[in-house]
C-alpha cells in the first residue's frame, strides 16, 4: 500500500512540475505505435521551447504554445518489430527516452463488464488456464486503462504499457486479447491493445458530450454532460463521466480502430441505442479527427427477469441496424456462446476471433468470412417464405436438425412456429397456421439459441421482416380499346413499343372490361373498387360520397403508410376529403387542357404527366412506398396528339370495321339509332365525306403519345432504382366503337365499350410475369388488387376482386360472370344517351335498354358471334340461357339498387328523374322549361305524361334537344 501511495506521489509530482517535459502515460516503454498512419506525439512544456522528437530515422519539431502544450506528427511509417527508441527533447535541456517502442496496429478496446472481463474470470477452466499459461506474445503490448469516471476530461492516466505475458494478460481484457491474438497470428505484426472498459456502464457514460449535441433524442444527456461541475453524484453512470476520465487522456493517439463490447445495460433502449452508438461514434471519430471502424458484439441471450421475452430481440434488431445506418460498423454475433443464467458468458474467445475477422474482411481487406448469414430479402411462393441470407455459403445448422427460432405471421400479425429447410443460400419456412404468410422472424425470444449458421460456423443473428410493400403505379388510359396496342392486335397501325414491352415482362389479360362504359362512373370504380349502383357516382362531377371515399383504395394505402398521388384527368367530383387524402394531387374534375404552359414551354398533356411522374417522385420520403394514379385524357376526343406524333399515319388507311354497315345499324332499337353513339358516327366519327380514317389516324397517335410517355416514366423509375420494387398496372377507364354497328364512341353495353386493355407487371420474383391469361377481369378489381399487393385487408364493401393470386400464379376460383351497368345520360348532350345494365359470361351476353317501358332486351352467344350481331332473344335454343341470365341480373339488382339520386336543375343536369319539380324547374332552367312547355301543349299532353310514359317524354325530349 505505501509503494502504491508513493508511486502515485511521485507520479503526481512529475505532471505537476510547471515547464518540465512530460508526456502522456500512454506513451511510455513498450508501446506500439499505429503502422501506416500519421502518429500524433503530444505532451507539455516550457512556453516556447522547441521540442524535438526522434523515432525510426524521422526527426520532428515543434514550439511549445502559450497554455505549454505541443505536438508533432510522424509520417506514416510501415509494421516494425525492431525494438526502438522514441526521443523527446526540449529546448530547455529536458529529455524523455522510451525503449523497446514498435511499430503495428493499435486498437481501442472499450464496453463494459463483458470487455472488461480479465483472462482470470470467474470461471476458471483448464481452458483458460491453459489460455493464460500461453499468452506469451511479447509482439502484442496490453495497456489497462484505470477505472475511474470524472467531471471533466483528465490529461492522464496511471498506468503504462505492458509485454503481452502470462502473468499481464491474467488480468486483461479476455476478448480484447483473444482480438489481439488473432491480429497477430494472421497479420504478423506488432499488435497494442488499449483497454478502456468498466462494469455495468452505460453507453452514454463513454459518449464524449459533443457527440449529444443536435440530437433531440439525446437532448437530457447533452444538458448532464455539459455542466457536470454542478452535479452532485458523479458515477459511472453519469453521462461523459467515463469519457472524461478513461478516453479522453489517450486522445489523439494514433489508432486504427475501436472495438465495443456493452450494451447490457441499455438492452431496454430499443431503436434509441442506435442514436446512442452514434452519438459516441461522431464523439471520438471528432475527437481523434478520423472516421476509424468500429466493430462491436451483439449482446447475448439471456433470461432477463421479469422482462417481455421480446424486449432484447428489439434490442437486437437495433444493434444490427448500425451497421446499416453507421458506416465503418460490423457487428460480431455470439448468440452460440451464451449460457442463459449468466450475463457473462464465460467463453470470450469467439467474440475476440470474430471481432478480429470483422477487422481483417473489411479493414485489412482479406479474404475471409467475418459473419454469419445476414438476412437479404424475402420472397414468397404459395404459402412458402423463402428467406435470403447473405454471407451464406455452406448454410446448415450446428446441430444437423432443421433449423429452428423461425416464426411466421399472416395478416393478422399472430407469429406462429414455423417449420424451416435449408434450401441453398436460403431458407424456406412455413407454418400451416399461417397459410398465407407476410411475415417471418428468427430467435425472437430473449432465450433463442439458434443453430442456424453457415459453413464457417458464424450464426445467424436475429431479425425480423415483412414481404417489402412495393410501390404502385395505376398508369389509366381514355377510351382505349385493346386492339390498339401490338401485343393485343398485330395488325394494329401503330407502334407501341413501351406497352408492349410491359405486356412482356408483365402479365397480360385477355379479357379486361370496364363494369361501365363511361368515364366518370369507371375511374370512381376504379378508385372504390365498387359497382356504379354501390358507390353512387353516376354523373359528372359528382363527388364519391365521403363515406365511401373513406373506403377506396387511396384512403386504406394512406392510412397504411403510403405516400399517394394522383396526376392528370381524375374525372370525378373533388371534395375535401379527396384533397386532404392524397399527398399530391394535381388533377382535375373535367377533361383537363390539350396542352399546358409549364416551365417556360408548351407541355402535351401526357409530357407533362411524364415530368409531373418525376416530379412526385421527388417528393416522396425516402423509404416510404409510394401508389401515384395517372391519368392520361388521351386517346378521348377531346384531346389530341402530341406534336411528334401527329400526322405520323397521314398515308394510312383504315379498313372498315366489322359490322360498320347499315344492315347491322339497322339491328339496333330505334333509340340507340337516333342516339349519341349514332350522331356521333355521322357527325364526328365520319367528316364531311363520309371519310373516317382522319379520325381513326388521330385516335392512334394518340395512342403512341401515351405510349412514348410511360416508356419514359420507366426509365425514370430504373433510373431511379425504384423498377424492381414497383407494380404497374394499366388499363383503360373503357373502350370505345371505332364504326363497328355503325356507331361511334363507348356508352353501349358491346364489348366495342366495354373491353379494355389490362396489363399487370409486378417485378418481384413470385409474379408469374411474361404470361397471357383468359381471365376476365375488370376495373373494380384494381383497388382490391393494390390493397392486397400493399398488404391492406381489402374491405368487404369492394365488389370487385384482388387479382394477387393470379399475378402469384396461384390457384383460385375465379369469376364466370359480371355485371354491367350504365345509368349516365346528361340532359344537354347533343342527343340522348341510352341506359343500360346487363350480364356476360365467358361465352354469353344478356343485356336491357333500361329506359324503355318495357325495357328492350338482348342476347348474344359471343363463341359462335364475337361481334354480337345475332340478337338470340326469340331463339327457342337460347331460352333456357335468358331466362337464367333475366333471373340473376334482376336478383342482382334487387341487391345492388341503382338509388341515385338525380338533379334535373343543377350546373350538371341529369335524365332520368321521376319526379320534377316543373315550378321549381321554370326558375332554375326558364329557357329550356320555355321549349318543353311549348311541346307539351304542342302534344296536348299532360305535365305527369311528359315524365312517366317514356314515348311521349323521349318525343318531347328529342323535339327540344334536351334530355330531363
Known amino acids: ?122 470461471e476458471k477452466t483448464e481452458s483458460t488456464e ?25 490529461e492522464n492516466v496511471n498506468a503504462s504499457w505492458q509485454l503481452c505475458s502470462p502473468e499481464s494478460a491474467r488480468t486483461f481484457s479476455a ?79 494514433t489508432i486504427r480502430g475501436a472495438i465495443w463490447y456493452q450494451g447490457e445495460a441499455d438492452y431496454r433502449d430499443g431503436k434509441l441505442y442506435v442514436d446512442k452508438t452514434r452519438a459516441l461514434l461522431d464523439g471520438w471519430r471528432k475527437r481523434w479527427g478520423t472516421d476509424f471502424p468500429f466493430y462491436f458484439v451483439q449482446v447475448t441471450p439471456f433470461a432477463y427477469p421479469n422482462d417481455n421475452p421480446e424486449l432484447l430481440p428489439e434490442f437486437w434488431e437495433a444493434q444490427a441496424q448500425i451497421v446499416q445506418d453507421i458506416p465503418g460498423t460490423g457487428m460480431a454475433v455470439v448468440s452460440d456462446c451464451t449460457t442463459l443464467d449468466n450475463i457473462h458468458p464465460p467463453q470470450k474467445e469467439p467474440p475476440g476471433i470474430r471481432l478480429a475477422l470483422l477487422a481483417e474482411a473489411e479493414t485489412y481487406g482479406m479474404d475471409v468470412v467475418s459473419t454469419g448469414p445476414v438476412f437479404q ?106 386492339d390498339t396496342l401490338g401485343c393485343y392486335d398485330s395488325s394494329t397501325p401503330i407502334r407501341t413499343p413501351n406497352l408492349d414491352r410491359l405486356a412482356d415482362q408483365g402479365i397480360r389479360f385477355e379479357n379486361g372490361f370496364a363494369s361501365s362504359p363511361i368515364c366518370v362512373v369507371s375511374r370512381a370504380s376504379i378508385l372504390t373498387g365498387r359497382y356504379e349502383c354501390n358507390m353512387k357516382v353516376h354523373q359528372f362531377h359528382i363527388p364519391i360520397p365521403d363515406e365511401i371515399f373513406a373506403d377506396s383504395y387511396p384512403a386504406h394505402l394512406k392510412e397504411a403508410g403510403y405516400f399517394i398521388g394522383a396526376l392528370g384527368k381524375y374525372g370525378v367530383g373533388i371534395s375535401s376529403l379527396v384533397t386532404n387524402t392524397f399527398d399530391v394531387f394535381e388533377a382535375q374534375a373535367g377533361q383537363g387542357p390539350q396542352f399546358r404552359d409549364y416551365q417556360g414551354r408548351k407541355m402535351h398533356d401526357a409530357e407533362w404527366l411524364t415530368v409531373k411522374t418525376e416530379e412526385f417522385l421527388n417528393q416522396v420520403p425516402e423509404g416510404q412506398p409510394f401508389c401515384l394514379q395517372v391519368n392520361y385524357k388521351e386517346p378521348h376526343g377531346s384531346s389530341c396528339p402530341a406534336p411528334e406524333d401527329d400526322h405520323l399515319l397521314d398515308h ?108 399487370v407487371y409486378d417485378p418481384r420474383p413470385a409474379a408469374q410475369n411474361g404470361s397471357v391469361h383468359s381471365e376476365m377481369v375488370l376495373n373494380i378489381d384494381v383497388a382490391p388488387t393494390l390493397l392486397d399487393l400493399a398488404g ?72 359462335q358471334d364475337p361481334q354480337e350481331s345475332n340478337n338470340l332473344l326469340t331463339s327457342p335454343e337460347a331460352q333456357d340461357q335468358i331466362n337464367a341470365a333475366r333471373k340473376d341480373l334482376k336478383a342482382w339488382v334487387q341487391n345492388n339498387p341503382p338509388d341515385f339520386e338525380y338533379d334535373p336543375y343543377g350546373e350538371i343536369p341529369q ?37 312517366d310514359d317514356w314515348e311521349i317524354r323521349y318525343e318531347i325530349c328529342a323535339n327540344v334537344g334536351y334530355w330531363y
Open 792 to 863: 391492406v385487408t381489402v374491405p368487404e364493401t369492394m365488389d370487385g376482386l384482388s387479382m394477387k393470386a393470379l399475378i402469384d400464379g396461384e390457384a383460385v376460383t375465379w369469376r364466370d360472370h359480371f355485371f354491367f351497368e350504365h345509368y349516365t345520360s346528361p340532359a344537354a348532350a347533343p342527343r340522348y344517351i341510352p341506359r343500360s345494365l346487363g350480364m356476360r359470361t365467358e361465352t354469353g351476353k344478356y343485356l336491357q335498354w333500361i329506359d324503355p317501358d318495357p325495357v328492350i332486351e338482348e342476347f348474344y352467344n359471343l363463341g
Open 911 to 947: 335524365y332520368g328523374c321521376k319526379d320534377i319539380d316543373w315550378e321549381h324547374f321554370q326558375e332554375i332552367r326558364p329557357e329550356e322549361y320555355g321549349r318543353i312547355k311549348a311541346e307539351v301543349e304542342r302534344l296536348g299532353v299532360t305535365w305527369e305524361q311528359a315524365v
Open 377 to 482: 430479402s424475402l420472397q414468397k411462393s404459395g404459402h412458402t417464405l423463402r428467406v435470403h441470407f447473405e454471407s451464406a455459403v455452406g448454410l446448415t445448422t450446428r446441430d444437423g436438425n432443421p433449423p429452428d427460432w423461425f416464426e411466421v405471421a399472416g395478416r393478422d400479425g399472430v407469429f406462429h412456429k414455423a417449420v424451416a429447410q435449408v434450401d441453398g443460400e436460403s431458407v424456406l419456412v412455413q407454418s400451416e397456421d399461417a397459410p398465407d404468410p407476410v411475415a417471418v422472424r428468427f430467435a425472437w425470444h430473449q432465450l433463442a439459441v439458434p443453430n442456424l449458421m453457415n459453413g464457417a460456423g458464424l450464426p445467424t443473428g436475429a431479425f425480423r421482416a415483412e414481404l417489402p410493400r412495393p410501390n404502385l403505379l395505376v398508369l389509366l388510359s381514355d377510351d382505349q380499346r385493346p
Open 175 to 253: 476478448v480484447a486479447y483473444y482480438f489481439g491474438r488473432k491480429l497477430k497470428q494472421d497479420l504478423n505484426v506488432p499488435v497494442g491493445l488499449l483497454q478502456c472498459a468498466l462494469g455495468a456502464t452505460p453507453i452514454v457514460a463513454w459518449t464524449a458530450p459533443e457527440g449529444f449535441a443536435g440530437r433531440e433524442t439525446l437532448k437530457s444527456f447533452y444538458e448532464t454532460a455539459t455542466r457536470l461541475d454542478g452535479v452532485e453524484k458523479i458515477d459511472r453512470l453519469t453521462p461523459s463521466a467515463l469519457f472524461n476520465a478513461m478516453v479522453y487522456p489517450h486522445i489523439p493517439f
Open 1 to 122: 500500500m505505501k509503494k502504491c501511495i508513493l508511486f502515485s506521489l511521485l507520479y503526481l509530482a512529475t505532471l505537476c512540475r510547471a515547464g518540465q517535459l512530460t508526456l502522456p502515460a500512454v506513451f511510455s516503454d513498450h508501446m506500439v505505435l499505429q503502422r501506416d498512419l500519421p502518429v500524433t506525439v503530444w505532451g507539455t512544456a516550457d512556453a516556447g521551447a522547441t521540442i524535438r522528437v526522434e523515432f525510426g530515422g524521422q526527426t520532428k519539431t515543434a514550439v511549445t504554445d502559450s497554455s505549454n502544450h505541443w505536438k508533432v506528427i510522424l509520417d506514416p511509417m510501415p509494421a516494425s518489430s525492431e525494438p526502438r527508441k522514441l526521443i523527446i527533447s526540449s529546448s530547455n535541456n529536458s529529455v524523455i527516452q522510451y525503449s523497446d517502442v514498435l511499430v503495428g496496429e493499435v486498437w481501442l478496446c472499450s464496453g463494459q463488464s463483458n470487455m472488461h472481463w480479465p483472462m482470470e474470470g470467474r
Open 130 to 154: 491453459a489460455a493464460i499459461a500461453a499468452a506469451n506474445y511479447p509482439q502484442i503490448r496490453l495497456f489497462r486503462t484505470p477505472s475511474k469516471f470524472a467531471a471533466q476530461p483528465q
Open 652 to 759: 394510312y388507311r383504315f379498313p372498315l370495321r366489322p359490322t360498320d354497315d347499315p344492315e347491322s345499324f339497322a339491328k339496333l332499337p330505334p333509340y340507340v339509332q337516333t342516339g349519341l353513339g349514332g350522331w356521333c358516327y355521322r357527325n364526328e366519327f365520319n367528316n364531311e365525306e363520309g371519310d373516317n380514317n382522319p379520325y381513326q389516324r388521330d385516335y392512334f397517335e394518340k395512342v403512341m403519345s401515351v405510349d412514348r410517355s410511360i416508356g419514359r416514366i420507366r426509365y425514370i423509375l430504373e433510373e431511379r432504382g425504384l423498377a424492381e420494387n414497383t407494380v404497374i398496372v394499366f388499363l383503360s377507364d373503357h373502350g370505345t366503337h371505332l364504326g363497328e354497328k355503325q356507331l361511334y364512341g363507348k356508352w353501349t353495353p358491346y364489348d366495342q365499350s366495354l373491353r379494355i386493355p389490362f396489363i
